[in-house]
């Protein structure tokens, strides 16, 4: 129950991170930089095969080749051994911190995960080198290096970002126009994105998702996504205080290539819709025989009616206690909801007795009006959650249906 748990509370990650925590290198954090020598990259990490993993992850490189030094500064290191660590995920008060290591090593866990890597140079003046150098220095102390993620707004492809933009002297202005929310493009979408070929995945953060994860987000909300810091900063300039204009990328060159394709295949094996549909034909076939028959088949309200009860039970909590962004509302609470759980026995009983269960026609009249309502309510629901609901609805109108021949 554990692992499961953690499962399905790790979908809600779905973000850029990286679960190794990488040596400390104190030296790299606390070396006074000689800035002719010093060169500065962004890195950007193909997607990997785990959850945490799907959206790919950003870093910085600093080589300082006076003083011998190859380090990359990280900030997805996390630790599911922490305690309570379930609870204050699900909660939205995980914490992540910086970490600092060698390249070398570095490298040779992305080329054992078989992931490629990029690497932007960043063309930054010795004065902005410095000052990110410090920054980052100052970030690395043991009392600033734990920082509370976010999923959406701040994670380890925004935080080296915004790194690079307080350490520019001037401005650094994007090509295109970075806070114009008119893009057609939302939370779910990239979400949507970058979990191709991972349909488990998509479908537990599509029922965790509410309705603010479809209002389009602008350019910059889109850069949680280390693919899009990796494209806008190819486009990007600085403007300087002198007011002399330069790219903010001088090169960028592929430094880890491993020859595996990119995550996104589709995958085999049953998709949820497949297995929705599956049991929402068992279901209607057994409901058929039940009434033919007369029989009330109760064994199966108490399956559906519980898991649906226990989903809805998640939700809830993520809708009223957590603090993740775009998880509330969430209009899936009319199908799952802990109800189903609270009334099950009362609901149960009046089944096998061959009673009308007024749960039961609530529960039909409630399902009826979100399935003819399905495409105008402000939500995008994956299309599994459509057979779920038919199965719950046929079981209530079942109840209904023998009573009603009873009387």
Avoid at 76 to 105: C, S, V
Avoid at 251 to 262: A, F, R, V, W
Avoid at 308 to 315: S, V, Y
């Amino acid at each position: 129950m554990k692992q499961y748990l953690v499962f399905l509370l790790s979908l809600l990650t779905c973000l850029p991170c990286s679960s190794t925590a990488t040596a400390h290198t104190e030296r790299a954090a606390k070396a006074s930089p000689t800035a002719d020598s010093i060169r500065i990259s962004l890195l950007t990490c193909a997607s990997g095969e785990e959850i945490y993993s799907l959206f790919g992850h950003t870093a910085i490189r600093y080589e300082n080749y006076t003083r011998g030094i190859d380090a990359v500064f990280n900030y997805g290191i996390f630790n599911f051994n922490a305690p309570n660590f379930i609870l204050r995920f699900a909660l939205g008060e995980t914490d992540y911190q910086l970490g600092a290591g060698d390249y070398e090593r570095f490298a040779a866990e992305y080329y054992y995960l078989e992931r490629d890597v990029w690497q932007q140079e960043l063309n930054l003046t010795p004065a902005e080198k410095k000052k990110l150098v410090v920054l980052l220095e100052e970030n690395y102390r043991p009392e600033n290096r734990v920082y509370r993620y976010n999923f959406f707004y701040d994670n380890c492809a925004t935080r080296p970002r915004d790194l690079i933009e307080k350490s520019i002297d001037g401005t650094l202005q994007y090509a295109d126009n970075m806070t114009d929310t008119n893009t057609g493009t939302s939370f779910r979408d990239l979400l949507h994105k970058y979990s191709k070929g991972h349909p488990w995945s998509r479908f537990g953060m599509d029922l965790c998702m509410g309705s603010q994860a479809d209002k389009p987000i602008s350019r910059r909300l889109m850069m949680f996504v280390p693919f899009y810091v990796q494209d806008y900063f190819n486009t990007a300039r600085i403007i300087g205080s002198d007011k002399q204009v330069r790219p903010l990328v001088l090169n960028e060159e592929k430094i880890i290539t491993t020859g595996m394709e990119e995550t996104g295949q589709p995958s085999e094996g049953f998709t949820p819709l497949q297995a929705a549909l599956l049991l929402f034909i068992l279901t209607a076939a057994a409901t058929l025989y039940g009434i033919r028959r007369k029989k009330t088949l109760w064994g199966i309200d108490l399956v559906l009616f519980f898991a649906a009860g226990m989903a809805g039970c998640i939700l809830t909590f993520l809708v009223l206690f957590s603090q993740h962004p775009a998880v509330s509302p969430n209009y899936l609470l009319f199908v799952f909801h802990p109800l189903h759980l609270l009334c099950l026995p009362c609901m149960l009983n009046r089944v096998r007795k061959r009673r009308r269960s007024r749960y039961m026609l609530a529960n039909f009249l409630v399902l009826t009006l979100f399935i003819l309502l399905w495409l105008i309510i402000p939500q995008r629901f994956p299309s599994a959650v459509l057979p779920l609901a038919l199965c719950l609805l046929i079981r209530s109108a079942s109840n209904l249906i023998l009573t009603y021949d009873k009387k």
